[in-house]
């Protein structure tokens, strides 16, 4: 069994390339304790060769997560030979991260990627001569149209047999080398007690990482003459510790290219990406662009593409549960055993599956959108006004997504770099009022307001947005103060999504979204079935309204009686739409005695304007649904996820409970 | 002068990377080291981040940090 890790650069093809070695053959790695993606796979004909998908990284200091995860998997892992992909056409950069890849003294090969790119234009690389200087073997490959993926292969696992290390360690001369040297040699016995590169650690000192400095146990003396050793350094070369560290790696890279990298002119690819910025982060057409491209994703996966894939589903969904009902009615189940299984089971997982196709198609796009580069424009034109909200431009995208479904929205949190700005837009998500949500508006609009039906979806949508404004601040300015993650970010040249990325990402989804419905929703869904099927001495009821739930809903209705809906059955519809917000009206409806499409009419019975009202901003601002509750408490922990429960409850109450007032009052008035 | 106060399309030299951490850690791993050209490529819609171009490649950064990079302008 070999191991192969597969390190990179953000934007240079890493997950195309895993995608080309691997083929389907894949699965998301997990890390203990720490939210970074990874991928596991086997190699393409070789069922004895493993490799994994580190994350994308620039450097390996001990700065972010996605770093020191890399770091501690090539330390403390048996990696036979580390697959280090560089983008030919940006190699200079790329190959910052190489040179300290090479200090690990592990086996590697270098695969250089978009050669294919970099050709057109009119640049090359002479492979023989950059392979010796750089001391790895080099193997040009275009990732997208899986060139030289086989030479690669082969490569790797010769290198991995032969054990065969990087040749070269110094790319320096002078003060820098001598201070590398001397250190290296001082503290030995102590990298090679924790099973690291003697070099590598003498540099990561110099460059003055103290998560190093304290792995390696070393004497305060030792501590000492480092410090004078770095000292002398920086004088001898007059730059800082960091700087002379950066500075000798980028003069040994500008060397190397130098006599070997025949730049490209000015590529296809680059002017391209120029032109169309020129549009989409241009002045004034930048914000109206992207308005426009995101009010397209949204009409294409949730209006006619989406609902018509929706209702299908839901069709044939119905089929199989029609299908299986007949045949167990066929058997002679027993009643109360069939009702669990198609009236609480089937009915909530398909309530939920329904939604996978608009789900997929929201993905589909948004996976495009990321994989071109547009997102990271989008992160660059929306920053500063994120900022003010103690945000990055990075978590725009995830509250987008919240406008459809909180459930994808808080996995794509995924791609932002601190904890603080996960978790701060993890909370702010649901605030972003989803489509679960548009039924339950659409019918009480009916009942009360009919002419201005528009208005007040609009106001019930602005005051989401508001409220998470408000959020936000109250967050940061107590919680969560600090500042957000720098945006220090690569602006990648736009490119073609690969088919084959696309279709991975969007089976992984729909496994996660699968894998949620069977689990989660199907134990909420037997919940509530039993809360509602039974009384408190168990028997069977007759009447949904003699049930545990109804007797819940009654309990809890003192809650709900101030904000203007004391009736058991509102509390009880909103005690349902906790396992899915369409669950509102289903329970509405059954609780009422009456089908959806006379709900509005019998709604009469239980609201006024002003607490119907009350009822949708209620409905709009409190807790999300179990699934997203479940995502939520993947991504962050069990302990902020009921925080956030019972916070959004109780922003949810009070802003019900003072329009309901306010509009009394007022009405009264006039 | 700093990275910040240069026009659109202005080439200049960097001469100093200056505050700490993190954040000047990545700088100097994205190559902004002294004695590297840079150029003011575009600034964003709201006037901040902006966007430079060195060593072949476009990298955003905000105001704020740019700041903290020190350009003599060639």
Known sequence: MMNFALIGNQNCGKTTLFNQLTGSNQHVGNFPGVTVDSKEGIMIGHEDCTIIDLPGIYSLSPYTNEEIVTRDYLMNQQVDCIINIVDATNIERNLYLTLQLIELQIPMVLAINMMDEMKANGGTIKINDFSKRIGVECIPISAFKNQGISDLINAAIQTARERRKPLRLDFCSGAVHRCIHGISTMIEDHALALHMAPRFAATKLIEGDSILEKQLKLTENEIDLIEHSVTEMERECDLDREAAIADMRYQFIERVCKDNVVRAHESREYIRSVKIDTILTGKYLALPSFALIMALVFYLSFGPLGSFLSDEFALLIEKIIAFISELLLDYGLNT????????????????????????????????????????????????????????????????????????????????????????????????????????????????????????????????????????????????????????????????????????????????????????????????????????????????????????????????????????????????????????????????????????????????????????????????????????????????????MIFFQCSIAWVVAFLFYHLASFIILWL | MTLDELEVGEKAFITAVNGEGALRRHLLGMGCIPKTQVELHKVAPMKDPIEIRLRGYLLTLRVEDAKKIEVERI
């Open chain 1, 336 to 643: 109360v055993v069939f009702s669990l299984v198609v009236d609480g089971i089937f009915a909530g997982i398909s309530s939920v599956l329904s939604f996978m196709p608009v789900i997929l198609v929201l993905f589909f796009f948004l996976s495009i959108l990321e994989d071109s580069g547009y997102m990271a424009r989008v992160a660059f034109i929306m920053d500063k006004p994120l900022r003010k909200l103690g945000l990055s431009g990075k978590s725009f995208v995830p509250m987008l997504i919240g406008f459809g479904c909180s459930v994808p929205a808080i996995m794509s949190t995924r791609t932002l770099s601190s904890n603080r700005d996960r978790i701060m837009t993890i909370l702010l998500t649901p605030f972003m009022s989803c489509t679960a949500k548009v039924p339950i508006y659409a019918v009480f609009t009916l009942a009360f307001f009919p002419k201005h039906a528009a208005q007040v979806m609009i106001l019930l949508y602005a005051t989401g947005i508001l409220v998470g404004i408000f959020v936000a601040f109250l967050l940061k300015s107590t919680v969560y103060k600090g500042d957000p993650i720098p945006f220090v970010m690569e602006m990648p040249n736009y490119r073609l999504p690969s088919a084959k990325s696309v279709v991975l990402l969007m089976w992984e989804k729909a496994k996660d979204f699968l894998t949620k419905a069977f689990t989660v929703i199907f134990l909420a869904s037997i919940v509530i079935w039993f809360l509602q099927s039974f009384d408190l001495k168990l028997n069977l009821v007759a009447d949904s309204a003699d049930s545990i739930l109804a007797l819940l809903g009654h309990g809890l209705s003192f809650i709900f009686a101030p904000l203007g809906f004391s009736d058991w059955r509102a509390a009880t519809a909103l005690i349902t739409g906790f396992t899915a917000k369409e669950a509102v009206i289903s329970t509405l409806a059954v609780l009422m005695h009456t089908t959806i499409a006379q709900l509005p009419a019998a709604l009469n019975i239980l609201f006024t304007p002003i607490s119907a009202y009350s009822f949708l901003l209620f409905t709009l601002l409190y807790s999300p649904c179990v699934a997203a509750i479940a995502a939520a408490k993947r991504e962050m922990g069990i302990k902020n996820t009921l925080v």
